[in-house]
């Protein structure tokens, strides 16, 4: 078999992965009926979307640290200030998303980083809750985290790498971007981040838009590298080709509100998604948009599934959380380009990660 026939099958065997371990994932976490079910498709659709071979036990443990330990830890930290001394509240998240771009920035694994994100930002989402509620979305949190990961293995086992996919000699790592251009891209996420999280943080139903939540944080993530142009025009496209594809999930449900279904459309989604974010041995070269548009429709689409299926109140809550998400996407952009214009040729002088970057 020559080499292009050997890569067309490593693409191939990866999206069905892909389509296998998240379908798979939302389907037993919404058919035990978890608490943020929603958590366990989004980490196996994180790690799948990615071209590397399966966690091991100690990736899996950090990757379930980077998204727990933020709010188990500022849970302690930072509830009694969002409580009582909002500006210190404020100050720390500041400090705390800093931090997680930076070491994204400065070459920590894309998962991680991610995962660290929405795990900073999932905290300031619980920052005004009581603490019974946030022992339940601690708790709902751990058993999707936990739960995705495994179906991540259970994936990796149905559909094992190809022998040629990854070569045994080891590659030089990619050198680090220096500490300047570093602080430039986490300053830019920040901008992205940041508003929109404080907004959440003053609302008092901040808990109803942990699934916003999420999205902000992967647009954090997004927004990293690369110039304003094809960051903004990233942040818009992920946002309307993973609406559109919600769009067409809720009304294709409104006709058959069955779990079955649903499963299936996730998977079909994966499999049209997934030809886009893989190409040969590694990705796409539009590949993070996709796997961004992709996380976007199941951020939309996955909570409104749990709402009332087929009430009045599930399709307001659908297209809410769609209008806040394509607000927040169309925020994004513009500061990704004001930001790029007062600093020119900093933060987006260096090599794209985006979410294809190896972990």
Same mark, same amino acid.
């Given at each position: 078999?020559?080499?292009?026939?050997?890569?067309?099958?490593?693409?191939?065997?990866?999206?069905?992965?892909?389509?296998?371990?998240?379908?798979?994932?939302?389907?037993?976490?919404?058919?035990?009926?978890?608490?943020?079910?929603?958590?366990?498709?989004?980490?196996?659709?994180?790690?799948?979307?990615?071209?590397?071979?399966?966690?091991?036990?100690?990736?899996?443990?950090?990757?379930?640290?980077?998204?727990?330990?933020?709010? +188990?830890?500022?849970?302690?930290?930072? &509830? $009694?200030?969002?409580?009582?001394?909002?500006?210190?509240?404020?100050?720390?998240?500041?400090?705390?998303? @800093?931090?997680?771009?930076?070491?994204?920035?400065?070459?920590? $694994?894309?998962?991680?980083?991610?995962?660290?994100?929405?795990?900073?930002?999932?905290?300031?989402?619980?920052?005004?809750?009581?603490?019974?509620? +946030?022992? #339940?979305?601690?708790?709902?949190?751990?058993?999707?985290?936990?739960?995705?990961?495994?179906?991540?293995?259970?994936?990796?086992?149905?559909?094992?790498?190809?022998?040629?996919?990854?070569?045994?000699?080891?590659?030089?790592?990619?050198?680090?971007?220096?500490?300047?251009? #570093?602080?430039?891209?986490?300053?830019? =996420? &920040?901008?992205?981040?940041?508003?929109?999280?404080?907004? @959440?943080?003053?609302?008092?139903?901040?808990?109803?838009?942990?699934?916003?939540?999420?999205?902000?944080?992967?647009?954090?993530?997004?927004?990293?590298?690369?110039?304003?142009? =094809?960051?903004?025009?990233?942040?818009?496209?992920?946002?309307?080709?993973?609406?559109?594809?919600?769009?067409?999930?809720?009304?294709?449900?409104?006709?058959?509100?069955?779990?079955?279904?649903?499963?299936?459309?996730?998977?079909?989604?994966?499999?049209?998604?997934?030809?886009?974010?893989?190409?040969?041995?590694?990705?796409? $070269?539009?590949?993070?948009?996709?796997?961004?548009?992709?996380?976007?429709?199941?951020?939309?689409?996955?909570?409104?599934?749990?709402?009332?299926?087929?009430?009045?109140?599930?399709?307001?809550?659908?297209?809410?959380?769609?209008?806040?998400? #394509?607000?927040?996407?169309?925020?994004?952009?513009?500061?990704?380009?004001?930001?790029?214009? @007062?600093?020119?040729?900093?933060?987006?002088?260096?090599?794209?990660?985006?979410?294809?970057?190896?972990?």
């Amino acid at each position: 078999m020559n080499v292009p026939a050997i890569q067309a099958c490593i693409a191939d065997r990866r999206v069905l992965r892909l389509a296998l371990g998240t379908s798979l994932a939302l389907c037993v976490s919404q058919a035990l009926g978890w608490p943020l079910s929603v958590i366990a498709p989004l980490v196996a659709m994180v790690l799948l979307a990615l071209p590397m071979p399966a966690p091991t036990l100690k990736m899996g443990i950090a990757l379930i640290a980077a998204i727990l330990g933020p709010i +188990l830890i500022g849970s302690l930290v930072l &509830l $009694p200030f969002f409580s009582h001394l909002h500006i210190v509240g404020i100050i720390l998240v500041v400090l705390a998303l @800093f931090h997680s771009f930076y070491l994204a920035a400065r070459g920590a $694994p894309a998962a991680v980083g991610t995962f660290l994100t929405i795990g900073i930002t999932l905290n300031v989402a619980i920052g005004s809750v009581n603490i019974d509620a +946030l022992y #339940a979305i601690v708790s709902g949190l751990a058993k999707g985290a936990i739960s995705g990961l495994l179906f991540v293995w259970l994936a990796h086992a149905m559909l094992p790498d190809l022998p040629a996919t990854f070569p045994a000699q080891r590659r030089a790592p990619a050198p680090k971007p220096p500490a300047d251009i #570093a602080r430039l891209r986490a300053v830019r =996420s &920040l901008l992205v981040v940041l508003p929109v999280a404080i907004i @959440f943080l003053f609302s008092s139903a901040s808990t109803s838009y942990i699934v916003v939540m999420i999205k902000v944080a992967s647009m954090g993530q997004q927004a990293e590298a690369g110039s304003s142009r =094809s960051m903004g025009r990233s942040l818009l496209e992920s946002t309307f080709w993973g609406g559109l594809g919600a769009i067409v999930g809720w009304q294709l449900l409104s006709l058959w509100p069955s779990l079955v279904f649903f499963t299936l459309l996730v998977a079909i989604a994966a499999l049209l998604y997934g030809r886009r974010i893989f190409r040969g041995a590694g990705m796409h $070269p539009n590949g993070h948009m996709w796997s961004y548009a992709f996380l976007t429709m199941l951020v939309i689409l996955a909570p409104a599934a749990l709402d009332s299926a087929g009430s009045s109140a599930a399709g307001a809550a659908f297209w809410w959380r769609l209008l806040l998400i #394509a607000i927040t996407a169309v925020y994004g952009s513009l500061a990704v380009v004001v930001f790029d214009t @007062f600093f020119s040729g900093g933060a987006g002088t260096t090599r794209s990660r985006g979410a294809g970057a190896a972990v």
